[in-house]
């Protein structure tokens, strides 16, 4: 079944860092554009990045610019999502997902991002 493992969420204090990874399973990811999403209570999700397949062209939404940076690494089939100076409404559960044009194919089980004080 193909789909992603994420990991690196937790609880984190306004201004802080972290940084996500989606490790890929029984698909090789490399010809997949890979999409970061969001999901908060009582909201819809957001796509917040994507990055294409070669890792050379990245998109952001407004509300992440200049503080979120996906990459990945092909090689070990895994993508990453870093985090600064993070802010309260970024608390969400946060989703990598695998497109081939905009159909997005394979998900990752999400992983929880709190920050609080």
């Known amino acids: 079944q193909p789909q992603f493992v994420e990991s690196g969420g937790g609880l984190v204090q306004p201004g802080g860092s972290l940084r996500l990874s989606c490790a890929a399973s029984g698909f090789e990811m490399d010809v997949y554009a890979i999409g970061w999403f969001r999901q908060a209570p009582g909201k819809e999700r957001e796509e917040v990045s994507c990055?294409?397949?070669?890792?050379?062209?990245?998109e952001y939404a407004d509300s992440v610019k200049g503080r979120f940076t996906p990459s990945r690494e092909n090689a070990k089939n895994t993508v990453y999502l870093q985090m600064n100076s993070l802010k309260p409404e970024d608390t969400a559960v946060y989703y990598c997902?695998?497109?081939?044009?905009?159909?997005?194919?394979?998900w990752g089980q999400g992983t929880q991002v709190t920050v609080s004080s």
């Open positions: 997902a695998a497109a081939l044009g905009r159909a997005y194919l394979y």
């Open positions: 990055i294409n397949s070669s890792g050379f062209r990245t």
